[in-house]
């Protein structure tokens, strides 16, 4: 057995190793309307112009910028370009086209004048305001064949997809979603809607580590729980096809820590604890080639571990060019203590205050308080032996 002392890493080590131990999925090929929210694994360059055309960013009249100038002004009207079937002649000086957004603008005409600013009787139209060559967008502005307009590791957003499709693609490539098992340990973990004896707990970790594998784009798994019996950890895990495992409990130093003794034993240990708070006794490593990050089983410990160490190592394996997490500065309401040695991710609640972001302790300070877990949407983030007092700016992740 590997040995059972382990130095303690900071978050940001184990965020490394983390992601060093999670394999790279593969990629799939996705129409777009399956595509929401997936990560590119592929750069895309556009495969048209866009406009394809200068067309007309008003409904109104094209016309010569030299001849509209001086307004009123009287122009004739020779003809009308619509959006799809353009005006087939040229605009001569003293002629203009009837034009609507997106048509084409004619040939000779190098300005739009908007149909607010216009009188129009017969094929006699009255310029009350002067044309503006600005309402021309021209061809390429938005994109030109052979550019880049999405990056490898951008999830794909709405407005993504729509310059996906607006540059040519029907399809894009993406990453599969890692299959990630969950597995509850701990003989006094019950399911939800059986009686309760004391001592026991409804297993709530399984539902949240199962919505936050949803929120990251991840395939969650559930496994059958398994007892403190390392025998029934190993069989549950037979024929589940996962890329990565997450456990929860058993990691700590109790003698039926079982996930901490199948990876000290059988497996390969990266690291077990973390200077971390909540989340001290996090675990990761491999067992018979498969990733294993095992989460303390105290229930905040389990999702605040999930937020500040996997899913930052799931971004950084996936190289994601958004960050894993908004970061702000606020006024700390109250005061938030400092651990030693430790980082420490207060549950708060953020809010503005005029216009300044306010943060507020939600007195729910140990790990098996999931209501404060529940009503937090911030985590004080307080470096070891750094304080923060009330009135002081704190760092905030907005969650
Ligand atoms: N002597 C020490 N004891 C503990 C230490 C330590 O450093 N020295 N660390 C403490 C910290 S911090 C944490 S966090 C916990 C982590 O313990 P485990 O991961 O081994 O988890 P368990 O002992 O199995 O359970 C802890 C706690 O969580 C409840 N639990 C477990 N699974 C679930 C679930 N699926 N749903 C809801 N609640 C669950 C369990 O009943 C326990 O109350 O260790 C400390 N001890
Ligand atoms: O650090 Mo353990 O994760 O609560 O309380």
């Known amino acids: 057995m590997q040995r059972l002392h382990r130095q303690q890493i900071d978050l940001e080590e184990a965020i490394h190793l983390l992601k060093d131990t999670l394999p790279l999925p593969g990629t799939e090929i996705l129409p777009l309307t399956q595509a929401a929210g997936r990560v590119l694994s592929h750069a895309l360059a556009a495969t048209v112009d866009h406009p394809s055309v200068d067309d007309s960013a008003m409904d109104g009249i094209a016309c010569r910028l030299q001849d509209s100038q001086n307004t009123p002004v009287i122009l004739k009207l020779v003809g009308e370009s619509r959006a799809g079937e353009g005006f087939s002649g040229i605009v001569s000086p003293g002629e203009c086209v009837r034009i609507y957004t997106g048509a084409p603008v004619p040939e000779g005409a190098d300005a739009i004048c908007k149909v607010e600013d216009l009188q129009i009787e017969g094929d ?32 794909l957003s709405a407005a993504r997809l729509a310059l996906a499709a607006s540059m040519g693609h029907r399809e894009v490539q993406v990453y599969r979603k890692l299959r990630v098992g969950i597995l509850s340990t701990g003989d006094e973990v019950i399911e939800v809607g059986e009686p309760l004896s004391p001592g026991q707990v409804y297993d709530s970790n399984k539902y949240g580590l199962y919505a936050q594998l949803l929120e990251l784009g991840l395939e969650p798994v559930l496994l059958p729980h398994a007892t403190d019996h390392i025998e029934k950890v190993k069989e549950n895990l037979k024929n589940a096809d996962l890329d990565v495992l997450l456990t929860s409990g058993g990691v700590s130093m109790g003698n039926y820590d079982i996930v901490r003794d199948l990876l000290f034993s059988e497996g390969e240990v990266k690291f077990w604890k ?12 491999l067992w018979q080639s498969l990733p294993v990050l095992g989460l303390p089983g105290n229930p905040v410990s389990a ?97």
């Open 124 to 155: 006699q139209v009255t310029l009350l305001h002067p044309a503006r060559s600005q309402d021309i967008r021209h061809r390429g502005s938005d994109f030109q064949t052979g550019q880049l307009g999405l990056q490898k590791g951008d999830v």
């Open 303 to 399: 999702l605040v571990v999930f937020e500040v160490l996997f899913k930052p190592a799931v971004f950084a394996l996936l190289e994601r060019t958004d960050p894993p997490h908004r970061r702000v500065k606020a006024r700390a309401g109250k005061a938030f203590k400092a651990v030693p040695r430790k980082t420490a991710y207060w549950r708060a609640r953020l809010s503005f205050e005029g216009a300044e972001l306010v943060v507020q302790d939600l007195n729910a300070p140990l790990s098996n308080m999931l209501r404060g877990l529940a009503w937090a949407n911030a985590l004080v983030v307080v470096q070891p032996g750094a304080g923060i007092e009330a009135g002081d700016l704190a760092e905030v992740i907005w969650l």
């Open 274 to 285: 973390v200077n971390l708070r909540p989340g001290g006794p996090a675990l990761c490593g």
